[in-house]
């Protein structure tokens, strides 16, 4: 697995390490019998425009998940930014969200739009729908989602 590498409006660069995509790619919908997976990104900002991704919550017990929705109810989501967040002496923290979709080359549905803009936080914060073949980014600022684009792939 590779890490992404993007750039996000501002000059900002995005990182999001190899450790963070084997989670998520691990997860791909391949199989028609595959539910939709979804979790938190954990990471850091840096500066001003930079945010580096170091982790992401895997699917928990209690989520539920059909192959066309997910619905994120365990705590473990939260719990594992709070404890990055104290482990990290306060610098990682709840960076964005990922997802998977049934389909080759994903793009967000007018459900995760709307979802995002209603519930993320102003500051910028990274999504992620993983696919089957290929990956979908883009950054939340003040609640307008912009696709972004990998250098890398
Ligand atoms: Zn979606």
């Known amino acids: 697995m590779l890490e992404v590498i993007a750039k996000i409006p501002n000059e900002g660069i995005l990182l999001i390490e190899a450790q963070a995509m084997s989670i998520i790619e691990s997860l791909k919908q391949i199989s028609t019998l595959d539910t939709e997976s979804a979790g938190v990104l954990i990471g850091e900002y840096r500066g001003n425009h930079h945010i580096r991704v170091v982790g992401a919550t895997r699917p928990g017990q209690i989520d539920r998940s059909t192959r066309f929705s997910f619905d994120r109810r365990s705590p473990h989501h939260q719990n594992s930014v709070l404890s990055a967040w104290h482990s990290s002496g306060k610098i990682q923290t709840w960076v964005g969200e990922w997802h998977t979709h049934p389909e080759d080359y994903p793009i967000p549905s007018s459900i995760d739009i709307h979802e995002w ?23 939340s600022i003040r609640s307008v989602v912009t696709s972004i684009t990998d250098y890398l792939s």
């Open 117 to 139: 803009e209603k519930t993320l936080p102003a500051r910028p914060m990274v999504l992620l729908i993983q696919g089957r073949k290929s990956h979908w980014l883009g950054i």
